[in-house]
């Protein structure tokens, strides 16, 4: 032994050396590696916990979503306003985040955007008459509704629909004439009914749209009545 | 004065001033460098732990990551002299050998232009390239005909640089946070986006103050323009380089990147210092295109070879498959160093004659090509020169 040290003492020692470096330091830069990871989550990891229509009087036409996120570590949720192309509008509660998470924030919304189907919306309202103008996407383009409620929001004074639908091209519809599947959808909503049973031949486009319609109508109103 | 020399050949230079041997002159190139080390620290360690997104373990990284490079290379080194060296078989023969032969001053230098995330095991192969294959296997200290450290950057970056991508690549973790909706270093931009607009390669990095001061993404050393002009003021105070050679490095890339700029529609000067700030360009034209060993050695050659340092840097920036062109372009001419070196002593000496004047046209044409066509290349007018060309025939 000692006349092995004595003569390859000195090569051993720096094989060692190397040895060493090489595990440890290898080890080293893996923590560092995973560490990116945990950056990165700890910085950009944000998910939407909920979405929803919002149904603030003052805000909505501007900013039809609000939208629920939670992000970085230890988790932070803040709640936004987001416009119909899923732009940040403002922030309705929660931590404000900083230019840098804002903009990790819009990355999140425009990569979620197109997993929420968003062609019903809100387009105007008129605060002296409480008139609500909202439109769908039918077989044949928008649908626009406009719905006129009582002061209180609790009855529906009037509507009107604008449509382009035909039906006899969606499949074998008969029954009558344009708009009479929107007014079906309408008359339910008016009579406080909004879980109505689908028009046969016209379910293809127009009878989904109208049914997302009066849900949305009738959630607005439920919201404005202190409902939902 | 001039001094001759009348004793037989051969004949060891001595230094004309008192205290310039090679010892001082690896002190002043150590103090230099230790600069750069410094910031690399900084940036890549100090500054992200300060920032809070780093750990402890993480901010002592850049410096371990740097030592153990320097630490690999002289082990490396006194195994190889155990190996070769009957001398070198004790301890004190050992120390001799390492102490004339600055092992770990490639070590450092590799590793500074390596990204932070190089795994170890990747290190370790590019100092064994650095030490071994580039320095030792050509004879040690002085011998070496190209770059050491250059050798194992481009091995690791020719046989692995997919690993080190995959196990982090340029970033600090400030800047991976950013990257993870930005972008990568300032060349892999522009080597993915081909275009000469502000918007797309200075805006997402801050401003052109930003490539300046060096917090862009690259690698662990050459990011800070600041640091090394201050390194290479010391070392031109200290006569450890040739002030003209770098200024002349940059100084073609400045000029043949601001060429293209307006070939292409965009005259600012920013996209000329864009050029100039960004990669190794300011980090190899300090410590790299002035190296005594590998580059020639009178100032005339050493012009030439500052020239046509500039001109393949951006001839390979705009033509290679690698964002950045200085490794290559200083590999390559280190292989012409000797045939510069010769024929630029011979025009020194007797001036432009029948004899030198062949050699001087070559490399003045050579050199007035590769400008011109980095140029053409950079909007495609060499094929449509090419096609034009052939039109006529």
């Known amino acids: ?228 | 004065m001039a001094r001759f020399a009348n004793a037989k050949a051969p004949f060891v230079r001595l230094s004309e001033e008192k205290g310039k041997d090679t010892k001082t002159i690896m002190r002043d190139f150590g103090i230099g460098l230790s600069l750069v080390v410094l910031f690399a620290w900084f940036k890549n360690g100090i500054l992200v732990y300060v920032n809070g997104d780093c750990t402890f373990l993480e901010m002592i990284y850049p410096m371990v990551f740097i030592l153990l490079a320097g630490i690999m290379a002289v082990v490396m080194e006194a195994i190889y002299f155990y190996l070769t060296n009957p001398e070198a078989k004790t301890m004190k023969g050992l120390k001799k050998s390492l102490s004339t032969s600055y092992g770990f001053v490639p070590g450092v230098i590799l590793a500074l232009i390596l990204p932070l995330y190089t795994p170890i095991w990747v290190l370790m192969f590019g100092v064994f390239m650095t030490t071994i294959v580039g320095k030792m296997l050509f004879g040690g200290f002085g011998n070496n005909i190209f770059n050491p450290a250059l050798i194992g950057n481009i091995a690791i970056m020719f046989t692995l640089y997919g690993v080190v991508l995959a196990a982090g690549g340029f970033m600090n973790p400030s800047e991976v946070v950013i990257d993870a909706y930005a972008g990568a270093t300032p060349l892999t931009l522009f080597s993915q986006l081909r275009t000469i607009n502000y918007d797309a390669l200075v805006a997402p990095y801050g401003s052109l103050w930003n490539f300046f001061f060096g917090t862009i993404p690259g690698t662990i050393g050459e990011t800070s323009a600041l640091v090394i002009l201050i390194a290479y003021v010391w070392f031109v105070i200290r006569k450890v380089i040739k002030w003209f050679t770098p200024l002349i490095f940059i100084g073609v890339v400045f000029l043949l990147t601001w060429l293209i700029g307006i070939v292409n529609g965009e005259a600012g000067l920013w996209f000329p210092l864009y050029g100039i700030l960004s990669g190794g360009l300011m980090y190899g034209a300090v410590f790299m295109s002035t190296e005594p060993v590998t580059t020639p050695r009178n100032p005339l050659g050493k012009v030439f070879f500052a020239l046509f340092l500039g001109a393949l840097t951006v001839l390979f920036r705009y033509i290679g498959v690698f964002p950045e062109g200085v490794a290559t372009a200083i590999i390559v001419m280190n292989i012409f160093t000797m045939p510069i070196d010769k024929s630029t002593a011979m025009i020194r000496s007797s001036g432009l004659n029948k004899k030198t004047i062949v050699p001087f046209l070559m490399m003045v044409i050579l050199l007035i090509g590769i400008m011109v066509y980095a140029v053409m290349k950079s909007r495609n007018l060499y094929t449509l020169a090419v096609l034009m060309i052939g039109g006529w025939f």
Do not use: W
Not at chain 1, 7 to 36: A, D, E, P, V, W
Not at chain 1, 70 to 91: A, E, T
Not at chain 1, 97 to 104: F, K
Not at chain 1, 158 to 178: M, Q
């Open chain 1, 1 to 228: 032994m000692k006349s092995f040290i004595q003569k390859h003492g000195l090569i051993t020692i720096f094989t060692l050396i190397l040895l060493l470096i090489f595990f440890f330091g290898g080890m080293y830069s893996r923590y560092m590696s995973n560490q990116i990871s945990v950056h990165a989550e700890e910085h950009c990891t944000a998910e939407i916990t909920h979405l929803d229509y919002n149904y603030e009087l003052s805000t909505f036409i501007e900013s039809p979503y609000i939208v629920e996120i939670s992000y970085g570590v230890p988790q932070v949720q803040v709640i936004l306003y987001i416009s119909q192309s899923f732009q940040i509008n403002g922030v309705v509660s929660g931590a404000q985040p900083d230019p840098e998470q804002l903009t990790g924030l819009q990355l999140l919304l425009d990569e979620e955007s197109g997993k929420y189907y968003n062609d019903t919306s809100f387009i105007s309202y008129t605060p002296s008459t409480h008139t609500l103008v909202a439109r769908t996407i039918g077989f044949h383009g928008a649908i626009t509704v406009t719905v006129e409620f009582s002061s209180d929001f609790t009855t529906v004074e009037s509507y009107l629909v604008e449509s382009n639908e035909t039906y006899v091209e969606e499949s074998d519809y008969i029954g009558s004439a344009v708009p009479a599947v929107e007014n079906y959808y309408m008359d339910g909503f008016v009579a406080g009914n909004t879980n109505l049973d689908s028009v046969a031949g016209a379910s293809y486009g127009t009878s989904p749209a109208m049914q997302d319609l009066v849900d949305l109508l009738a959630m607005f109103q439920a919201a404005q009545t202190g409902g939902n």
